[in-house]
């Protein structure tokens, strides 16, 4: 097999799918535009080849590549980075080479959040009212329906990216005089906390593996705030998020992919409200938090799908796991060293954090572990405790 992987060096932990592919016999072709030099060890020693762009936005370079990947290995069978950025590259290049794959016309409906709207309502999962507004007078419009306070985003966008909140009149006006030059979507604001369903699924398109977080506090709230955020997986799924996740996985077709399926739970009747699809696998370190709730590798399960579509391992969601954020720009009680002391076994893994992910996820990260949900909460809120 062939496996084109883009950008396989970022982010870090990703080098692992690179590693279980090259550990299945599979040709792994890396190209992106990072010197070779500076790609780690483990890296270099999964690929079979690489092939360094000067620029991953120039179309014609990356026709070139697979091209030259072609002529040097045969048919190209996987094209794939697991990463949002490169969705729409990706299915553009295998419509060009003929590559087996998410394709641009189930990626049309998973990108703009108002065509998952229009798929949510259709399999009966509710959705917060809103749409795409051009101008004030259709945001007043909307407001009239909906009242404030209203939730501004990209109609196509990655994460809490240029996301706002509007209070009032004077603040949707602001909004539209800077207003970036792309579709937006407004939507009422739903008071409720945000928990997922994500996971794994085959070539048929069943959750081979699949889990839930749930957060302290909305990532837009983290990133337009400066505020520090914790998040932790369940040992339990609840029966509804489960019906509601599986229902979207069949909805948008989700084959041979992760995905990360994020949903409000409204505060004043407990229903669930359907946020937004991502057909990646969640973000930051959630495939290690997996990993650690069940005592998996989901880096080699991933690449046994892959080849062979086959999940190998049973498993049970043995603890609650969770991600931890310190920001820098912060004091806190208890020092990084008195936290390793402390938390002892419970603490698995501690890191510094890229920063293109610190606004959001913090500047270094902890991975907490234990069967018991509160001891997560507990631990999360010692990491976060202040130094008056």
């Known amino acids: 097999m062939n496996f084109v992987y883009l950008s396989p060096h970022f982010p870090p932990n990703y080098v692992q799918f690179s590693q279980q592919l090259a550990f299945l016999g599979v040709n792994v ?73 998410l394709q641009g016309e189930d990626l049309a409906r998973a990108k703009r959040k108002s065509r998952m709207k229009e798929v949510f309502r259709q399999i009966g999962v509710p959705v917060a009212r809103g749409k795409v507004v051009n ?85 837009m709230e983290a990133v337009n ?27 948008f077709n989700v084959r041979e992919r992760f995905f990360h399926f994020e949903f409000f739970r409204r505060q ?10 991502n057909l ?8 290690d938090m997996w990993n650690f709730a069940s005592d998996i590798d989901i880096y080699k399960e991933w690449a046994h799908i892959v080849v062979h ?11 609650h796991v969770g991600y931890v954020g310190r920001k820098f720009n912060r004091s806190y009680t208890i020092t990084h060293q008195e936290l390793v002391d402390t938390l002892g076994p419970a603490l698995v893994h501690h890191e510094h954090i890229s920063g293109i992910f610190s606004q959001a996820l913090g500047d270094y990260g902890y991975l907490l572990r234990s069967p018991d949900e509160a001891d997560i909460v507990n631990m999360s809120n010692l990491i976060h405790e202040l130094a008056s």
């Open 309 to 319: 579509n086959r999940f190998t391992t049973d498993y049970a969601r043995k603890y």
């Open 29 to 101: 072709l890396g190209l992106a535009d990072e010197p070779y030099d500076l790609l780690p060890h483990t890296l270099k020693n999964s690929l079979s080849v690489y092939y360094r762009v000067n620029d991953m936005h120039n179309y014609d370079e990356l026709v070139r590549a697979l091209g030259y990947f072609t002529h040097q290995y045969g048919k190209l069978d996987r094209i794939d980075s697991l990463n949002e950025y490169w969705l729409e590259t990706e299915a553009r290049l295998r419509a060009d080479f003929n590559i087996r794959g």
């Open 280 to 287: 990646r696998p969640p973000g930051g370190m959630t495939t």
């Open 135 to 219: 101008t004030l007078d259709d945001a007043k419009k909307l407001v009239r329906q909906t009242g404030y306070p209203l939730v501004a985003k990209p109609d196509i966008g990655v994460g809490a990216a240029k996301t706002y909140k509007i209070h009032n009149l004077a603040e949707l006006e602001a909004f539209f005089i800077s207003k970036p030059a792309v579709d937006y979507i407004l939507e009422e604001f739903i008071a409720g906390d945000i928990c997922t369903f994500d996971g794994l699924a085959d070539r048929e398109g069943n959750p081979v593996y699949f889990n839930s977080l749930v957060y302290s506090r909305g990532i």
């Open 268 to 277: 004043t009747d407990g229903e669930l409200v359907a946020l937004e699809v």
């Open 225 to 251: 705030k400066d505020d520090l955020i914790y998040y932790y997986t369940l040992r339990q799924i609840p029966a509804d998020l489960e019906d509601a996740g599986r229902r979207v996985l069949k909805a």
